[in-house]
Each structure stands twice: as structure tokens, then as C-alpha cells.
């Protein structure tokens, strides 16, 4: 089975920064593209930022300038440098990775169980 470990969450002051880990582990072939999406209380969960198996990347426009998201391939993990925060950035936000388990097996999606990022006035 496929899991998803974040790590890196916290309290931090606005203007500051914080970088998020997610790593994929479990009977995987191929994952292809990741990304993080965040969830504040009473609000629906949104995209972050998206990176494909190749790099190429896709920011929410609340985000762009602020937050770069990356991967290493080889570790199967997936990063966002968070800067400039501000506190309506605090959510909890959560990790996804599209996965094919096997080289004949469909894409499926995963996810993380959230980790939350606080940022105070």
C-alpha cells in the first residue's frame, strides 16, 4: 500500500518561512505527479502547487512569488519552500502523489493525513 509522510508543519511568525516533506513509500513503479493543497477551518480544500514527474510546475496565484514547490525523484519526495507567510496561509495542508503501482496498473491518487501550518500575526 502506498503511504504519504509530511513533515515540517509548525507555528511561525509572519514573514517567515517554512519547507514542507512529503515522501511516498510502498510498492511504487512510477509517481508522477505531486502536489500540495491546503484546507483552512470552514473553507474547501485548494491547490497549492503541482509539479510533474518532470518538473514542470503550477502555482495557485495566492501563492506564486512566495511558495516554490519541488521533487527528488530518486527518494520519491516532494518539497514547498514556504516564504513570506502570511497568516491567511495557515491551513492544514496535505500532500498528493499520483502513483502507478505496477507498469500495467492505472494512476491512482494519494494522500497525506495533513500537517498544520500556523502563522501568527
Known amino acids: 500500500q502506498v503511504q504519504l509522510v509530511e513533515s515540517g508543519g509548525g507555528l511561525v511568525q509572519a514573514g517567515g518561512s517554512l519547507r514542507l516533506s512529503c515522501v511516498a513509500s510502498g510498492r511504487i513503479w512510477r509517481v508522477n505527479a505531486m502536489g500540495w493543497y491546503r484546507q483552512a477551518p470552514g473553507n474547501q480544500r485548494e491547490l497549492v502547487a503541482t509539479i510533474t514527474q518532470s518538473g514542470s510546475t503550477n502555482y495557485a496565484d495566492s501563492v506564486k512569488g512566495r511558495f516554490t514547490i519541488s521533487r527528488d525523484n530518486a527518494k520519491n519526495t516532494v518539497y514547498l519552500q514556504m516564504s513570506s507567510l502570511k497568516p491567511e496561509d495557515t491551513a492544514v495542508y496535505y500532500c498528493?502523489?499520483?502513483?502507478?503501482?505496477?507498469?500495467?496498473?492505472?494512476?491512482?491518487?494519494?494522500w497525506g493525513q495533513g500537517t498544520q501550518v500556523t502563522v501568527s500575526s
Open positions: 498528493n502523489a499520483n502513483v502507478r503501482r505496477l507498469s500495467s496498473s492505472p494512476e491512482a491518487a494519494y
